[in-house]
């Protein structure tokens, strides 16, 4: 496969998730829909899901904040990752004047912008190895408002899950409609900090279809969703039932004296697209 090809393959994919929301996503906001009874919180449901209706109609993006643009990328033994990650910065400077993308990416000290969505150690590029013969590239999208609000906690060591869930809302109550609700969140518990954040951040990456795979897991993420959407903050933060359509936990055995606890929050703007790109150059979206 050559670098043109790839390069296009990465334009398409990073446009894919700048004017796309996935199905599970969709699915989740018609089903909240339905559910939702107070007037003003259907007004916003049925206004955030018309703007994704126009955004894919129109190939324009579902919000003006590009966020920050990660890369998570799988990668068969003997592919050429630095000249990946090169392809990807190449790219998304195109994809940022072609789609077009507001430029996001602003100095840490003086506050300057790239203005190609370019800087240093961004976009957020990660690789793993895979078994299988294709690269498969994630594109994520990370919006700005929601970042804000990601909670870093260190719970006492003796914590059980009602402490994961009190934390939870809290973060929760805390962030108010800042993270343009209803949010998914992306909850990660235990390793240390860093791998509670980097496990938070998987459960963001996960459809919020899916339930963990551990059933003990899978009953925390239908409790704290129920419990976050009793807090009345509601679409926008303007009240109702509907504050989050997902909850996605992660967990990792931990060192006994620490219970290290992470919350991501997305908007309801999930933006992100997976493509496997096969060596002879053709691509396959999921
Ligand atoms: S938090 Fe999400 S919906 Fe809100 S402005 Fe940022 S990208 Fe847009």
Known sequence: MDEETLERIIIKAIKRAASTV???????????????????????????????????EKKLPVCQDTGILYFYVRLPQLADAELIRKTI????????YEIPLRPNAVDSVTGENSGNNVGVN?????????????????????????DNVSALESLPAGEGLGGIKRSVIKAVM?????????????????????????????????PISER???PRIAQLENEILEDVNRT???????????????????????????YPLVVLFNCYAVRRVK????????????
């Not at 910065?89 to 940022?96: E, S, V």
């Not at 793993?128 to 929601?146: N, Q, R």
């Not at 209803?182 to 518990?189: A, C, K, Q, S, Y």
């Open 212 to 214: 963990n795979s551990d």
């Open 122 to 146: 961004v976009p957020w590029i990660e690789f793993e190895p895979s078994g299988g013969d294709c690269v498969e590239i994630t594109v994520f999208l990370k919006g700005g408002g929601a």
């Open 22 to 56: 996935p199905p599970d996503v969709k699915f989740a906001l018609s089903q909240a829909l339905r559910r939702e009874t107070n007037d003003i919180a259907r007004m916003q449901l049925e206004a955030v899901i018309e703007n994704i209706r126009l955004a894919e």
């Open 174 to 206: 805390k962030a108010g409609g800042g993270p343009c609700p209803p949010v998914v969140l992306g909850v990660g518990v235990g390793g240390g900090a860093y791998i509670a954040m980097k496990l938070a951040k998987r459960a963001l990456m996960r």
């Open 89 to 96: 910065l190449n790219a998304t400077i195109k994809a940022t």
């Open 275 to 286: 493509v496997k790109v096969f060596p002879d150059g053709k691509c396959q979206f999921e």
């Open 232 to 258: 009345g903050i509601g679409p926008m933060g303007l009240g109702g039932e509907t504050t989050a359509i997902g909850v996605n936990v992660e967990v990792a055995h931990r060192h006994p004296a620490s």
